[in-house]
């Protein structure tokens, strides 16, 4: 139905997009780091929500591709870090350090001919 053609576009859509958000990141994006400027004001807010939202979506798409065929903790990962809540970049980093997923974040950026991410330090 209708609904299962959104859902099969969203995910191919979704699968196409990881490997660009993941190679517009900054080599520095898993180090510790100070807190930066938020948008402020009702576009802040909007961008909050939307952002939220759009990132619990690929939270739940990545823990269905963990138990299917998939990259569901790389899926896992981008919805993360879209997301904003207390503990996230430690979240962050304690999958991304997972050797075969940290692997599979730097063949991303290489193929888009970014360099790889610096290791974080996992003394948190």
Known sequence: SIIAGVSILLLIATLAATPWFIASLPTDYLLPKALDSRHTG??????????????????ILGLILMITPGPGLVVLLVGISLSEFPGK????????IHPNVFK????????????????PDTNL
């Open 42 to 59: 009702v576009l802040g807010v909007i961008i909050l929500v939307f952002r939220n939202i759009l990132g619990l979506a690929l939270v």
């Open 104 to 119: 599979s974040l730097n063949w991303m950026r290489t193929r888009y001919g970014k360099p790889a991410f610096e290791y």
């Open 89 to 96: 970049h430690r979240l962050l980093i304690s999958i991304a």
